[in-house]
């Protein structure tokens, strides 16, 4: 019999983005008591006292295995023993607290990296197809703020089915010719992404694309690698 839920990634690093989008926004002031999660009531001690902690232990262990360059088979044993003991608890926790609570929207779960209801069994949420639109704004030396939205859309909601953009980003002298040549790689849910500098990359040139992702880790398509310097 298979333990596996459709909605639960087996990809570790797709598993912990998702975990770590459902964590941020529950704990978020402005959504923890609005969701049921206040402290001190059942479905709160529940979050503190066995989620937050298997996640955190989860968290740990993925950061020690993230680096390709110092991960070792013990650092890969730890993660996948970490990921065992924390994928029932978030299980319980969408299941039991969240998919069936009148005080979660579908909106809410998207957010959280979740699958949203469904009135006739769990559909699965095509990849994106729209590209990401994206202002920039330089508000002081060394930061850079990306905004970004649905390109075919005029206020800042995702496309649905979608739970965060992926960022590719990079200070180069030569402009880059593919998204491949950006170095970094981070994740956003929430628009707007920020990167401070220090002051010896003030005046390079910051390189960057984005694409959304939807809540089963596939990904839309890259939009044109956009510039800007570095204040």
């Known amino acids: 019999m298979s333990m596996n839920i459709d909605w639960l990634p087996r990809n570790h690093e797709v598993l912990h983005r998702q975990a770590t989008s459902t964590v941020n926004y529950i704990k978020d002031p402005l959504n923890r008591d609005r969701l049921g999660f206040t ?3 059942a479905a709160g001690n529940y979050f503190d006292q066995d989620f937050e902690i298997k996640y955190n232990a989860f968290d740990t262990a993925f950061q020690e295995w993230l680096d390709e360059s110092e991960r070792t088979p013990k650092k890969t044993a730890k993660l996948q023993e970490a990921e065992e003991v924390f994928k029932p608890s978030y299980r319980k926790l969408y299941t039991g607290l969240l998919k ?3 005080f979660v929207t579908n909106d809410d779960l998207l957010s959280m990296g979740l699958p ?3 009135g006739g069994g769990g559909g699965h949420n095509p990849p994106p197809t729209t590209y990401v639109s994206t202002t920039v704004e330089l508000p002081g030396p060394g930061r850079v703020i990306i905004h970004f939205r649905n390109a075919d859309s005029d206020h800042k909601a995702k496309p649905h089915g979608v739970h965060g953009a992926e960022i590719r980003w990079g200070l180069l002298d ?3 010719t593919d998204v491949s040549e950006l170095p970094n790689s981070s994740f956003d849910t929430r628009t707007p992404f920020t ?3 220090e002051g010896h990359d003030r005046h390079k040139t910051l390189y960057f694309a984005l694409r959304w992702e939807n809540t089963t880790g596939e990904k839309g398509p890259w939009n ?3 510039a800007a310097v570095v204040p």
């Open 39 to 41: 402290s001190g009531t």
């Open 100 to 102: 069936d609570s009148p």
């Open 116 to 118: 949203e209801r469904h």
């Open 174 to 176: 030569v402009r880059p």
């Open 195 to 197: 990167l401070d500098f």
């Open 224 to 226: 044109d690698i956009q």
